[in-house]
Every structure is written in structure tokens, then in C-alpha cells.
């Protein structure tokens, strides 16, 4: 089993930035893609950013095309989210997962079986 504990969320002023981290312990998760989704109150979980195995394959969801980077640090057993040119919008909880299987990053959740509890991002205008 593997554990996935996010940090970094909090409230910053449209245009900031926030750094998200994810740690991950019980096992490693280096020949799997992970990724980084958010969720609003009564909305569904949608997928924000994906990174492959190896620190290859990137890929993003349109509305944070630009503005959002994610990386990895299999070293370190982390995963990072830098989130620039915040929006209102962006306001979410964040969450973390990791793939069990695939190698490359997927954008529909069902490919994601390992999830951390989230961070509470509030972006103000």
C-alpha cells in the first residue's frame, strides 16, 4: 500500500502563486504515472496535471495549460505542483494520486487507485 500526503494549499491573492507538495511513503511510485486533480463542492474530481514514469510524458487540462507546472523527484518520493497566475477560478481542494499501473499519465480518474486526503487552495479576487 502507499500513502500520498499533500501540503503547500492556502489562501493567495489572484495572480500569486502556491507550490504544492506531495509526499509519498509505503512504496514507491517511480515507474507510475501521478497526478494532481481538484475538486469544488458539489462539482465532480477533475484532472489538472499528469507526469509519467521517468519524468517524461507531461500533460495538463486546458484551463491550467500555461500557468501550471508539475514535476516529480522519485529521489525524494515527491510530486510537486507549481500553480502561477492563480486564479479565482482555481479555487479547489487539491488532490494528489498515483497510478498502479500505467506508465503514462491518463486524464480520467479511474486510473488513478492511490489518493492523498487533499489541500484546501483558495485563490481571492
Known amino acids: 500500500q502507499g500513502q500520498l500526503i499533500e501540503s503547500g494549499g492556502g489562501l493567495v491573492q489572484a495572480g500569486g502563486s502556491l507550490r504544492l507538495s506531495c509526499a509519498v511513503s509505503?512504496?514507491?511510485?517511480?515507474?507510475?504515472?501521478m497526478a494532481w486533480f481538484r475538486q469544488v463542492p458539489g462539482m465532480e474530481r477533475e484532472f489538472v496535471a499528469g507526469i509519467g514514469a521517468n519524468r517524461g510524458q507531461t500533460r495538463y487540462a486546458d484551463s491550467v495549460e500555461g500557468r501550471f507546472t508539475i514535476s516529480r523527484d522519485d529521489a525524494k518520493n515527491m510530486v510537486y505542483l507549481q500553480m502561477s497566475s492563480l486564479k479565482p477560478e482555481d479555487t479547489a481542494v487539491y488532490y494528489c494520486?498515483?497510478?498502479?499501473?500505467?506508465?503514462?499519465?491518463?486524464?480520467?480518474?479511474?486510473?488513478?487507485?492511490?489518493w492523498g486526503q487533499g489541500t484546501q487552495v483558495t485563490v481571492s479576487s
Open positions: 509505503g512504496r514507491t511510485f517511480s515507474g507510475n504515472a
Open positions: 494520486a498515483a497510478s498502479g499501473l500505467y506508465t503514462l499519465a491518463a486524464k480520467y480518474r479511474s486510473a488513478y487507485p492511490y
